[in-house]
Antibody
Framework: QVQLVQSGAEVKKPGASVKVSCKAS????????LHWVRQAPGQGLEWMGM?????????TYAQKFRGSVAMSSDASTNTVYLELSSLRSEDTAVYYC???????????????WGQGTLVTVSS | QSVLTQAPSVSGAPGQRVTISCAGS????????VHWYQQLPGTAPKLLIY???NRPSGVPDRFSGSKSGTSASLAITGLQAADEADYYC???????????FGGGTKLTV
């Protein structure tokens, strides 16, 4: 069964850091880029960036998130990580990991999502 | 503000047809394909349409997609209460080298 299972909800104080994990199973981990997508309360989906687990962990970040997030991967455990630093209340959101889908005659998309991890930043 | 523009909401009666639009630019939808995702309340998004007009296995043929120029549309026919959800379009924008989502459209049945 192809799935992405994320770590549980976190509550952090402003200025702290948090690391969210996403464990993949049911497919060849190193063959597909994995994305992180943020959804603030009541808001839409926002692409944060992606990581290539099979390409030495190469990352591409959305401009907005460069410098404040770090994505990493561990091929030995089929897990990718999202680390958020210097947390602010505006970082309160559900964070999703998502798997890239490569199509024969189309631009890549996303065909699988994790269940989401709620990160709450509050003093 | 999202790179891809969607109307915030749309509504329709059971059995009716609705369309959800997604407007982009020459560097996004004008060049790359569009994918659509359905997000039911309190759940993760789910792939609904890929490559502008293709349905994954298990998605009813009541859902269809199209693309023309720098815009795309999602059509839902035979509306059901279970279709109440948020719908997002997604593509790539080469001007900002980023995957992009629309702001989402909330469908009320």
């Amino acid at each position: 069964q192809v799935q992405l299972v994320q770590s549980g909800a976190e509550v952090k104080k402003p200025g702290a850091s948090v690391k969210v994990s996403c464990k993949a199973s049911g497919y060849t981990f190193t063959h597909y880029h994995l994305h992180w997508v943020r959804q603030a309360p009541g808001q839409g989906l926002e692409w944060m960036g992606m990581i290539n687990p099979g390409g030495g962990g190469d990352t591409t970040y959305a401009q907005k998130f460069r410098g404040s997030v770090a994505m990493s991967s561990d091929a030995s455990t089929n897990t990718v990580y999202l680390e958020l630093s210097s947390l602010r209340s505006e970082d309160t959101a559900v964070y999703y990991c998502a798997k890239t889908a490569y199509y024969d005659n189309s631009s890549p998309g996303i065909d699988l999502w994790g269940q989401g991890t709620l990160v709450t930043v509050s003093s | 503000q999202s790179v891809l523009t969607q109307a915030p909401s749309v509504s329709g009666a059971p059995g009716q047809r609705v369309t959800i639009s997604c407007a982009g630019s020459s560097s996004s939808i004008g060049t790359y394909d569009v994918h659509w995702y359905q997000q039911l309340p309190g759940t993760a998004p789910k792939l609904l349409i890929y490559g502008n007009n293709n349905r994954p296995s298990g998605v009813p043929d009541r859902f269809s997609g199209s693309k023309s120029g720098t815009s795309a549309s999602l059509a839902i026919t035979g509306l059901q209460a279970a279709d109440e959800a948020d719908y997002y379009c997604q593509s790539y924008d080469s001007y900002i080298s980023s995957w992009v989502f629309g702001g989402g459209t909330k469908l009320t049945v």
